[in-house]
């Protein structure tokens, strides 16, 4: 690996970048080594990220506060796959890489905390994963409404008050979702659309139609990331993402004390991931409604390697850009009907009645070149991903709960039961 006591500091880079001396020519010249905190390190996509980082050379600092571990007691559920703490990940990382993840244990809407690690660590940029980020948690009664917004929109704002006041130069990359756009019946461009209106024109951000208080407290944060970026100077990247899929990646295979989590409860878990446990273990798949809700997709390696082209080509001083993030785009019954193709026995698909309000049938078209034109090489579905993830689900099959399958949270109401089972469990 790649270390950086061979490094030294660039004179002219603003970003504290660390470069190789001149005299190692070629490609290692363009190397560029940053401190890096991740925030919403202990995730589904943070804990993974983390160690792409740290393999690839830079410092990374973690921090997490376990909101998602407190969820899951909540909710009586937990990841398919069995997860390491964060400390044992992050001893067990040190142990095969040699390198160190400076860890934060604390939450975000602390802003006292907040301040405190990001001065600590002095990051040249900062992930932020660290949301609650289940469109169905969010739309289970007022108080998971109300939590979800706090958590994430007040999070953020502690986040970008923190880099105004220690270094405005520090590059913020936002995970946002694709879902801030809804399902509007015009191509959907990446961030902003150019509007000719009564003879005038301007380039203005694309319209927002999110379709839960989850996916809504993602646009208050763009707007809030947008303006704070304006008005002090801030570097942003907002990535709005589609649905991720898949289980491993390259450091995560490197010991299964680095696996991170695999959800397919009708709260966390998302669509592919969630028919992929049900094909192995016999279950109907749970296409809602129509099942023609058409939505951008990409494996959980691509997200890394978006995150990392984010970072390599940081946002200009003063500049908020959006990334549409994804490689495809499929409805949820090409997803069931793929995956009931690709599995060995016979998987029946049924159409449940929606309990989401969103359209079942609609027009899609989303660009998503930005992050191609950096040099994305997506990883595309295929058969082979599909039954490697089989693999993964046939290994702990034993371990599903059938009653956390079928959804229980209803868009429609404003009080549900978080699992069917649980009808009248006090959540709050
Ligand atoms: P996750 O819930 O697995 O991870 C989020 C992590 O953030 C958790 O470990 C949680 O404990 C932590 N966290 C939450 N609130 C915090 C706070 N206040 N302070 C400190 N830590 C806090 O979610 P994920 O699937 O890894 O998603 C990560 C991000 O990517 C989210 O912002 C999500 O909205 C976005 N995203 C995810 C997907 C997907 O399909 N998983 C798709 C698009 C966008
Ligand atoms: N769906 C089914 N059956 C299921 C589960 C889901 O038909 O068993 C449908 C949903 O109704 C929805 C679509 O599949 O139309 C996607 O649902 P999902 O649960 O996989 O994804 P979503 O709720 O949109 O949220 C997930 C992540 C969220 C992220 C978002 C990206 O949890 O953090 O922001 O994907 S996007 O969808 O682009 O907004």
């Known amino acids: 690996m790649l270390q950086g006591n061979i490094c030294e500091l660039s004179e002219n880079d603003s970003l504290n970048h660390y470069r190789f001396p001149s005299i190692i020519p070629g490609w290692l010249d363009e190397l560029v080594f940053m401190r890096i905190l991740v925030l919403g390190a202990d995730g589904y996509l943070g804990w993974p990220t983390s160690i792409y980082l ?28 069995p997860i390491s703490t964060l400390k044992r990940r992050v001893d067990t990382w040190r142990k095969v890489s040699g390198e160190d993840l400076e860890t934060y244990i604390g939450d975000l809407t602390d802003a006292d905390f907040t301040h405190s ?31 979800t917004q706090v958590n994430n929109v007040v999070g953020t ?49 694309f319209p927002k139609q999110p379709g839960s208080f989850y996916h809504l407290s993602k646009v208050h944060d763009s707007h809030n990331i947008a303006f704070a970026t304006k008005i002090w100077g ?15 990646t390259e450091q995560t295979d490197m010991h299964p004390e680095l696996a991170t989590r695999f959800d397919y409860d009708a709260v966390f878990g998302t669509v592919l991931n969630r028919f992929i446990v049900q094909a192995v273990i016999g279950h109907p ?54 995956i009931a193709r690709t599995f060995p026995s016979d998987v029946k698909i049924d159409h449940l009645d929606d309990p989401r309000v969103e359209l079942e049938e609609h027009y899609y078209n989303a660009a998503h070149t930005k992050l191609l034109d950096l040099g994305l090489q997506p990883h595309l579905l295929s058969d082979t991903l599909i039954e490697s993830l ?11 709960d059938l009653d956390a399958i079928n959804p229980s949270v209803s868009w429609r109401a ?11 469990m006090v959540v709050s």
């Open 54 to 81: 740290s393999a690839k050379g830079h410092q990374v600092g973690v921090n997490d506060n376990f909101a998602r571990r407190t969820y899951d007691h909540e909710l009586g559920q937990e990841s398919l796959v």
């Open 117 to 147: 690690m990001i001065a600590k660590f002095n990051p040249d940029a900062i992930v932020h994963f660290a949301e609650q980020r289940a469109a169905p948690y969010s739309m289970i009664d007022r108080a998971h409404c109300v939590y």
């Open 157 to 205: 704002l502690n986040i970008l008050y923190a880099i105004a006041e220690i270094n405005p130069d520090i590059h913020l990359v936002k995970l946002g979702t694709m879902g801030e756009y809804g399902t509007p019946n015009i191509d959907i461009e990446e961030g902003f659309i150019e509007i000719e209106h009564k003879g005038r024109k301007d380039v203005l951000p």
């Open 234 to 248: 801030l570097r942003s990247t907002d990535l709005n993402q589609g649905v991720v899929y898949g289980h491993t």
């Open 285 to 338: 798949l749970t296409v809602y409604g129509k099942g023609g809700q058409t939505r951008g997709m990409l494996d959980i390696r691509d997200t890394l390697a978006c995150i990392g082209l984010a970072l390599d080509n940081p946002a200009d001083k003063g500049e908020y850009r959006v990334f549409n993030q994804f490689t495809e785009q499929f409805t949820v019954k090409e997803i069931a009907e793929l």
């Open 390 to 400: 089989f693999g993964v689900v046939q290994k702990y099959q034993h371990l599903v």
């Open 414 to 424: 404003t009080q549900s039961p978080v699992r069917n089972d649980q009808k009248g």
